[in-house]
Nanobody, 116 residues
Framework: QVRLDQSGGGVKPPGESLTVSCTISGSPLSVSTMGWYRQVRKNTRDMVALITSNGEIHYIDSVKGRFTISRDTKTNTMSLRMDNLEFADSAVYYC??????????WGQGTLVTVWD
């Protein structure tokens, strides 16, 4: 069974950096995409950064130049480094894996709070 376990997150003032990580265990079918999403309260869970199976990387406009998504296939981990944090980055962050059959797997969520 595929499992995604998250770590990292916390509270930081604006302008500082934070990294959230995700460890993938189990045996997922061929991966279609891996990415990070965020959710504020009861709003929708929105994509922040995505890596496709052929290595393409996509970011939402508001984090371009500040966030970096990376994947380490040797350790089966995926990370999101967030630099120059802004108040609007405060959210619960979720890692996601979608396989080629359309199955979606989610991490448990990690709270990131930008606060001064």
């Amino acid at each position: 069974q595929v499992r995604l376990d998250q770590s990292g997150g916390g509270v930081k003032p604006p302008g500082e950096s934070l990294t959230v990580s995700c460890t993938i265990s189990g045996s997922p079918l061929s991966v279609s995409t891996m990415g990070w999403y965020r959710q504020v309260r009861k709003n929708t869970r929105d994509m922040v950064a995505l890596i496709t199976s052929n290595g393409e990387i996509h970011y939402i406009d508001s984090v371009k130049g500040r966030f970096t998504i990376s994947r380490d296939t040797k350790t089966n981990t995926m990370s999101l480094r967030m630099d120059n944090l802004e108040f609007a980055d405060s959210a619960v962050y979720y890692c996601n894996l979608e396989d080629n059959s359309g199955n979606n797997y989610w991490g448990q969520g990690t709270l990131v709070t930008v606060w001064d």
